[in-house]
C-alpha cells in the first residue's frame, strides 16, 4: 500500500473508548485467564500487536469484543440463531467464493493473483463454473504497468455519473429476457446492459441490446477497457480499473449478493434478480458508503492530520464502531472479515501514487481506532486519484459485483431451495383466551382430517 511507513501500535490509553487492549483488560472481557487468551492468539482467533521498546501486547478491542460475540452466541443456540443475520454462522452452502485466513478466494483460485492477469468478463465465467479463456485486451501491453501517475489528480474530473438511483430505474426499464443457456457470450451481455444504466446511456439503450452495429462493435472490448477509453485513461489507469472490477466481483454472502439469491429462490428472472442487487448495494452500509466517503473526502484529506485528532465528521461517523464494536463497517474504515486489513483495498491502493494527504489520514485512524481502509475507501482513492467522474466509484463496485449476483442467482436456482427463514416474534403475545380458542380449533380440524394425513 502507497502509505508512510506504518506507525507503531500505541500504548493502551487509560480512558473506556481506547481502540487497544492489555492482555489483562482483553482476558477480563472475554472473561477468561490469560492462557486461554493466549490460546487464542495461537489458534488464529485473536490478533496481537507488538509495542517497540515495551514488553507485552495489545489487542484491537473491537477485534476483542467480536470474539466475545461469538463465544456468546456458541453458549447460547437461540442467540446462535439471531446472529446468522449478522455477520454470524454460514446459512447457505455456496461454492464460490471463500473469505478464509484474511484472504478472498473465487472457486478456490486466490482473487489477488486471479486479479493480477484476469478481466471482469474472465472473472464471470470463473464464478459461473465455466471454463474462463482470456479476452481480447484483457492483458495490457508489456509489462505491468506503474502506479497511477499523480498527473492524473491534476485532471479535471468529467460531468458526474448518473445517481444509483436513476440507474436501478434504468435497469428495471431494459427488457427482462432470459439469456440462451447454449450461447457462451450471455453474461458478457449483462455486463454490458449493467455498464449502460451505471454509465448513463440514453433511454433508448434497449435498442442497443438489439443489436445496433457499434454497440456490437463496442462488446467485443472488454468493459475495462470500454471505461478506460470514456474516462480518457493511460494504461495504468486501465490496468487499475480491471483489477478494481476484478476484485469487487463477489465476496460470500454479502448483503446485495443475498439480496439477489432471494429473489432467484422465488423463480424470478436473472433480470429481476440483478436489479435486487442492485437496489442493495445503493444502501449506504453497502455500496452506497462510496458517495458518503466522497462526500467528505476533501475534508478528511485538507491536511496532514495530527496525532491527537481525527476530522470531526469522520471521527463522528466512526465513534459507534470504536466505542460500542459494531460488527459492521461505517465511513470507509475497518471490516469484520478482514480484522488485519482488507487485501483488496491494500492491493488497489497500492496501485495509486503516493499521496501524502491519504497517507496521513489512514495512519491516523489506525492509531485512533485499529481499523484499515476497507474496498469503498479504495475505490474512491482511484475515483479521486484518476479524475473520474463523480459516482465512478460506485459504477466500478456495481459493474464488477454484477459478475458475483449472477453467479449467486443461478446457484440458488439450482438448489431448488425457496428462501424463508423464520422470524423471531418479539411483539405483543396472543391474549390467553384467544390462542386457547385457536388451538382447540386447529386440533378440531386435523381431528376431521383423514388419518392418512394426519400420520405424519
Request: hydrophobic fraction near 40%.
Given at each position: 500500500?502507497?502509505?508512510?511507513?506504518?506507525?507503531?501500535?500505541?500504548?493502551?490509553?487509560?480512558?473506556?473508548?481506547?481502540?487497544?487492549?492489555?492482555?489483562?483488560q482483553?482476558a477480563?472481557?472475554?472473561?477468561?485467564?490469560?492462557?486461554s487468551?493466549?490460546?487464542?492468539?495461537?489458534?488464529g482467533?485473536l490478533?496481537?500487536?507488538?509495542?517497540?521498546?515495551q514488553?507485552?501486547?495489545?489487542?484491537?478491542r473491537?477485534?476483542?469484543?467480536?470474539?466475545?460475540?461469538q463465544?456468546?452466541?456458541?453458549?447460547?443456540?437461540a442467540?446462535l440463531a439471531?446472529s446468522t443475520?449478522?455477520w454470524?454462522?454460514?446459512?447457505?452452502?455456496?461454492?464460490?467464493?471463500?473469505?478464509?485466513?484474511?484472504?478472498?478466494?473465487?472457486?478456490g483460485?486466490n482473487?489477488?493473483?486471479w486479479a493480477?492477469?484476469a478481466?471482469l468478463?474472465e472473472?464471470a465465467?470463473?464464478?459461473?463454473?465455466?471454463?474462463?479463456?482470456?479476452?481480447?485486451h484483457?492483458r495490457e501491453?508489456?509489462?505491468?504497468?506503474?502506479?497511477?501517475?499523480?498527473?492524473?489528480?491534476?485532471?479535471?474530473?468529467?460531468?458526474?455519473?448518473?445517481?444509483?438511483?436513476?440507474?436501478?430505474?434504468a435497469?428495471?426499464?431494459?427488457?427482462?429476457?432470459?439469456?440462451?443457456?447454449h450461447?457462451?457470450?450471455?453474461p458478457?451481455?449483462?455486463?454490458?446492459?449493467?455498464r449502460?444504466?451505471?454509465?448513463g446511456?440514453?433511454?433508448d439503450?434497449?435498442a442497443?441490446?438489439?443489436?445496433?452495429?457499434a454497440?456490437?462493435?463496442?462488446?467485443?472490448?472488454?468493459?475495462?477497457?470500454?471505461?478506460?477509453?470514456?474516462?480518457q485513461?493511460?494504461?495504468?489507469?486501465?490496468h487499475?480499473?480491471?483489477?478494481?472490477?476484478?476484485?469487487?466481483?463477489?465476496?460470500?454472502?454479502?448483503?446485495?449478493?443475498?439480496?439477489?439469491?432471494?429473489?432467484?429462490?422465488?423463480?424470478?428472472?436473472?433480470h429481476?434478480?440483478?436489479?435486487?442487487g442492485l437496489?442493495a448495494?445503493?444502501?449506504?452500509?453497502?455500496?452506497?458508503?462510496?458517495?458518503?466517503i466522497d462526500?467528505?473526502?476533501?475534508e478528511?484529506?485538507?491536511?496532514?492530520?495530527?496525532?491527537?485528532?481525527?476530522?470531526?465528521?469522520?471521527?463522528q461517523?466512526?465513534?459507534?464502531?470504536?466505542?460500542?464494536?459494531?460488527?459492521?463497517?461505517?465511513a470507509?474504515f475497518?471490516?469484520?472479515?478482514?480484522?488485519?486489513?482488507?487485501?483488496?483495498?491494500q492491493?488497489?491502493?497500492?496501485?495509486?501514487?503516493?499521496?501524502?494527504?491519504?497517507?496521513?489520514?489512514?495512519?491516523?485512524?489506525h492509531?485512533?481506532?485499529?481499523?484499515?481502509?476497507?474496498?469503498?475507501?479504495?475505490?474512491?482513492?482511484?475515483?479521486r486519484s484518476?479524475?473520474?467522474?463523480?459516482?465512478a466509484?460506485?459504477?466500478?463496485?456495481?459493474?464488477?459485483?454484477?459478475?458475483?449476483?449472477?453467479?449467486?442467482?443461478?446457484?440458488?436456482?439450482?438448489?431448488?431451495q425457496?428462501?424463508?427463514?423464520?422470524?423471531?416474534?418479539?411483539?405483543?403475545p396472543?391474549?390467553?383466551?384467544?390462542?386457547?380458542?385457536d388451538?382447540?380449533?386447529?386440533?378440531?380440524?386435523?381431528?376431521?382430517?383423514?388419518?392418512?394425513i394426519?400420520?405424519?
Amino acid at each position: 500500500m502507497d502509505r508512510a511507513p506504518p506507525a507503531p501500535a500505541p500504548a493502551p490509553a487509560s480512558h473506556h473508548d481506547s481502540p487497544w487492549l492489555d492482555s489483562q483488560q482483553a482476558a477480563a472481557l472475554l472473561g477468561v485467564q490469560r492462557a486461554s487468551l493466549y490460546a487464542y492468539v495461537s489458534r488464529g482467533l485473536l490478533r496481537a500487536h507488538t509495542q517497540p521498546g515495551q514488553r507485552g501486547h495489545v489487542y484491537a478491542r473491537i477485534d476483542v469484543q467480536r470474539l466475545a460475540r461469538q463465544r456468546q452466541t456458541v453458549r447460547n443456540p437461540a442467540r446462535l440463531a439471531r446472529s446468522t443475520l449478522d455477520w454470524g454462522t454460514p446459512v447457505l452452502h455456496s461454492a464460490i467464493t471463500q473469505v478464509a485466513g484474511g484472504q478472498l478466494y473465487y472457486r478456490g483460485r486466490n482473487a489477488l493473483q486471479w486479479a493480477q492477469h484476469a478481466g471482469l468478463e474472465e472473472t464471470a465465467a470463473l464464478l459461473l463454473g465455466q471454463e474462463p479463456s482470456p479476452a481480447p485486451h484483457t492483458r495490457e501491453a508489456g509489462a505491468t504497468p506503474e502506479p497511477v501517475a499523480a498527473a492524473h489528480r491534476a485532471r479535471p474530473p468529467s460531468a458526474p455519473l448518473p445517481p444509483a438511483a436513476q440507474a436501478l430505474s434504468a435497469w428495471h426499464s431494459l427488457p427482462a429476457q432470459e439469456p440462451d443457456a447454449h450461447d457462451p457470450s450471455w453474461p458478457t451481455r449483462l455486463l454490458q446492459q449493467m455498464r449502460w444504466v451505471l454509465t448513463g446511456l440514453p433511454a433508448d439503450a434497449a435498442a442497443a441490446v438489439a443489436g445496433v452495429a457499434a454497440a456490437q462493435a463496442e462488446q467485443r472490448m472488454p468493459v475495462h477497457v470500454q471505461l478506460a477509453t470514456a474516462w480518457q485513461l493511460d494504461a495504468a489507469g486501465q490496468h487499475t480499473l480491471r483489477q478494481a472490477l476484478v476484485l469487487c466481483a463477489d465476496h460470500e454472502l454479502n448483503a446485495s449478493s443475498f439480496a439477489a439469491r432471494v429473489v432467484a429462490s422465488t423463480g424470478a428472472s436473472l433480470h429481476a434478480s440483478l436489479g435486487a442487487g442492485l437496489a442493495a448495494l445503493t444502501g449506504p452500509l453497502h455500496g452506497g458508503m462510496t458517495a458518503v466517503i466522497d462526500q467528505h473526502w476533501d475534508e478528511w484529506h485538507a491536511a496532514p492530520q495530527a496525532s491527537a485528532t481525527l476530522p470531526a465528521s469522520l471521527g463522528q461517523l466512526l465513534a459507534d464502531t470504536r466505542s460500542s464494536g459494531s460488527p459492521h463497517y461505517c465511513a470507509g474504515f475497518g471490516h469484520p472479515l478482514y480484522p488485519a486489513g482488507d487485501p483488496r483495498s491494500q492491493r488497489l491502493l497500492s496501485l495509486l501514487a503516493h499521496d501524502p494527504h491519504r497517507s496521513s489520514l489512514l495512519d491516523s485512524v489506525h492509531r485512533h481506532t485499529g481499523l484499515h481502509p476497507s474496498l469503498d475507501y479504495a475505490l474512491v482513492a482511484i475515483q479521486r486519484s484518476l479524475g473520474l467522474p463523480a459516482g465512478a466509484a460506485f459504477v466500478l463496485f456495481a459493474l464488477g459485483r454484477t459478475a458475483g449476483w449472477l453467479a449467486h442467482a443461478l446457484e440458488q436456482r439450482q438448489s431448488g431451495q425457496l428462501i424463508r427463514p423464520r422470524a423471531q416474534y418479539v411483539g405483543l403475545p396472543a391474549e390467553p383466551a384467544q390462542q386457547a380458542k385457536d388451538t382447540a380449533a386447529a386440533s378440531d380440524t386435523l381431528g376431521a382430517l383423514p388419518g392418512r394425513i394426519i400420520r405424519f
